[in-house]
C-alpha cells in the first residue's frame, strides 16, 4: 500500500510539474512588449471573481481580456446585438444585426497596429456572435465600450486548470476501460440482458411495462460514440431493442478555422466518455449479458464536440454551440443531454443554449462532478443557466440525501439519481464498455443526467403529443419532494412509473 501511495504522489507530482512547464512554455511564446498578464496572473484574477461572484465578466477589466486574449492565439469571441438577443431567427439576420457587427468588424480595424491576417475568423449564421484577431489593448477597449457588444471573451485561452477532475485538462472523464461487475449491482432480465441495481429505485424497470422510449430521438452532446461497440452501431436494434436509429455526427474542430472552412475529426469517441453516456441512456435491451439503458427502444443522435468533460478551448466551445443548434434544428429531436460543464459561463455556448430552448428542447445538463478544489463553485456551467434542467447523483443510503463523492449541488438542481453504492463508493452504475462484450461502472453526475433523460424519453413516448414544460411539469411532480423543492438537490429522486402513469 505504501509503494502505491508514492507512486500516486509522484503521479501527481509530475502532472503538476507539467503543467507548471506547459504554462511557462505557453507564457514565453507571447509577445509581452504591450505589457500582457501571465498566465498565472490570469489564473490568480478567474479564481478570485469564481469566489468573489461566481462567474467572470471579462468586460470588467479590459487588461485581463487582452492578455487572456493574447494568450489564446489573438482571438475574441463576441457576442453583437440588443441584449438577451441571442440567435437570429430564418435565413438572414436583420438589418440591424449586420449593421451592429459591421461596426464592430469597423472599429477592431480601426485600431489595428498592423495589416496581415483577416479581422474575422467565424461569423455564425444563426447565433449573433462572431469570432475576431485582436493585436492590441486598444482593440479590446473599444469592444468593452461598443454599445454593440453583449459580451467579449477569451474563448481561445485554455489555461486555466485548478487541480480537479474537472479543471484539469488532460482526460477529464476520459475513461475506455472495463470492469468486472458485482453480481450483487445487477438484475438478469429477458432476453439475457443485465439491468443496473438502481434502475428499481427509480422503478424504471415496471415503467418499461408502459414505456420503452419508441419514437422519441435524444440528442447526446459528448465525445462522439466508440467504432469498437457495435451495440451501439450495427447491433443497436438487437434482443427487445427494434426499430430504432442511432446517428454518429462530429463538430468538433481539430484544426484552425481557415476562411470560414472548419476541418473536424469526425464522430468516434476517443475518450469513452460519450460512449459512456449513449450506453446509460440508450443500450439496447440485448442477449448478450450486458447492462441495458433507460430508454432501450428510443433513437438517438450523437454528436462529438468535444474532446472530454471539460468544455475548455477555442474548438470545444465552438463544437458545442455547432451541435446545439444543428440539434436545435432537428424536428424528431425533443431531447438533448449534455453531460459536460465548464467553472465559468461560455458566452457562445450561453447563446446556443438559448436557441435550442426556443425550439422547444429539453435540456439535461449534469451539475458537476470534481474534488474539494472546485466544489465551492456549486452547480456548474451551463447546469447554472435557467434554460437547463441540471442532475447531480446522491447515494443508495436509505434515509436522508447524501450526495455522491465529489458531486456539485446546489439551488439550481431538479433532479437527483441515486447512482452510487453508500457502503462502496467505487460501485456505481453499470453500463456498457467501450469495447465490444465488456461492461464497466459509471458515476457522477454525468450518469445521472444521462437517466434523467432517459427517463424523460419514457415520458414523451408515453404523450407523444406533449410540449416540453409538460414533460417537465410530470417529472417534477413524479420526484420524491414535490411539490417542495431542497435548495441542494431540487426535487429529488424521480419515480420513473409514476412519469409514465
Known amino acids: 500500500m505504501k509503494k502505491i501511495t508514492l507512486l500516486c504522489a509522484g503521479l501527481i507530482m509530475l502532472a503538476c510539474q507539467q503543467e507548471d512547464q506547459d504554462v511557462t512554455n505557453a507564457e514565453n511564446t507571447v509577445n509581452t512588449t504591450q505589457d500582457v498578464l501571465s498566465i498565472t496572473e490570469i489564473n490568480e484574477y478567474i479564481s478570485d471573481q469564481l469566489r468573489t461572484k461566481g462567474d467572470i465578466d471579462w468586460k470588467n477589466n479590459a487588461k485581463v481580456l487582452y492578455s487572456a486574449a493574447m494568450h489564446g492565439g489573438n482571438m475574441l469571441t463576441v457576442g453583437y446585438g440588443e441584449k438577451g438577443v441571442s440567435f437570429s431567427e430564418g435565413a438572414k439576420k436583420s438589418a440591424a444585426m449586420v449593421s451592429a457587427k459591421k461596426e464592430i468588424i469597423k472599429n477592431v480595424e480601426t485600431y489595428r497596429t498592423s495589416a496581415g491576417e483577416e479581422v474575422l475568423i467565424d461569423d455564425d449564421s444563426v447565433l449573433n456572435v462572431i469570432d475576431i484577431r485582436v493585436n492590441s489593448l486598444a482593440i479590446v477597449n473599444a469592444l468593452v465600450d461598443d454599445k454593440n457588444v453583449r459580451y467579449v471573451e477569451p474563448n481561445g485561452y485554455n489555461h486555466y486548470r485548478p487541480k480537479s477532475n474537472l479543471g484539469a485538462k488532460s482526460g477529464s472523464g476520459c475513461d475506455r476501460n472495463s470492469h468486472k461487475l458485482n453480481n450483487a449491482d445487477y438484475k438478469r432480465i429477458a432476453p439475457a440482458a443485465l439491468q443496473p441495481w438502481n434502475f428499481e429505485i427509480h422503478n424504471i424497470d415496471k415503467a ?190 436509505d434515509k436522508g440525501y447524501k450526495k455522491c463523492g465529489n458531486c456539485h449541488s446546489g439551488k439550481q438542481i431538479e433532479f437527483t439519481i441515486a447512482m452510487q453504492r453508500e457502503e462502496d463508493r467505487g460501485r456505481t452504475v453499470p453500463i456498457l464498455a467501450f469495447n465490444d462484450g465488456q461492461s464497466r461502472y459509471i458515476g457522477g453526475s454525468s450518469v445521472a443526467t444521462a437517466m434523467t433523460a432517459g427517463i424523460a424519453a419514457l415520458v414523451w413516448s408515453k404523450n407523444p403529443t406533449w410540449n416540453r414544460d409538460q414533460v417537465l411539469n410530470k417529472m417534477r411532480k413524479s420526484s420524491e419532494f414535490y411539490p417542495d423543492k431542497d435548495r441542494q438537490f431540487g426535487y429529488g429522486n424521480i419515480d420513473a412509473l409514476k412519469a409514465v402513469q
Not at 481539430?254 to 475529426?265: I, K, L, Q
Not at 474532446?307 to 466551445?317: C, G, H, P, Q, T
Not at 435550442?356 to 463553485?377: D, E, P
Request: hydrophobic share 40%; proline share 2%; net charge neutral.
Open 208 to 397: 418499461w411495462q408502459i414505456s420503452t422510449g419508441v419514437g422519441t430521438t435524444i440528442g447526446l452532446i459528448d465525445t462522439g460514440l466508440s467504432q469498437n461497440q457495435s451495440k451501439l452501431g450495427s447491433s443497436f436494434n438487437t434482443g427487445r431493442s427494434s426499430g430504432r436509429t442511432v446517428e454518429r455526427l462530429g463538430v468538433f474542430i481539430d484544426a484552425p478555422v481557415f476562411g470560414g472552412r472548419r476541418v473536424v475529426d469526425g464522430a468516434d469517441d476517443k475518450c469513452g466518455h460519450g460512449t459512456s453516456m449513449a450506453a446509460v441512456i440508450a443500450s439496447p435491451r440485448n442477449n448478450s449479458d450486458l447492462p441495458v439503458g433507460v430508454a432501450y427502444n428510443s433513437n438517438l443522435v450523437s454528436y462529438r464536440a468535444v474532446e472530454d468533460v471539460l468544455i475548455n478551448d477555442f474548438y470545444e466551445k465552438k463544437g458545442v454551440s455547432d451541435a446545439l443548434v444543428a440539434l436545435a434544428n432537428r424536428s424528431d429531436v425533443k431531447i438533448i443531454s449534455m453531460s459536460l460543464g465548464s467553472l465559468f459561463s461560455i458566452g457562445n455556448v450561453k447563446d446556443a443554449i438559448r436557441y435550442a430552448y426556443s425550439k422547444g428542447k429539453l435540456i439535461f445538463v449534469a451539475g458537476g462532478t470534481s474534488t474539494a478544489f472546485t466544489t465551492f463553485v456549486g452547480v456548474t456551467f451551463p447546469a447554472s443557466m435557467d434554460e437547463a434542467v441540471a442532475v447531480t447523483g446522491v447515494t443508495d443510503r
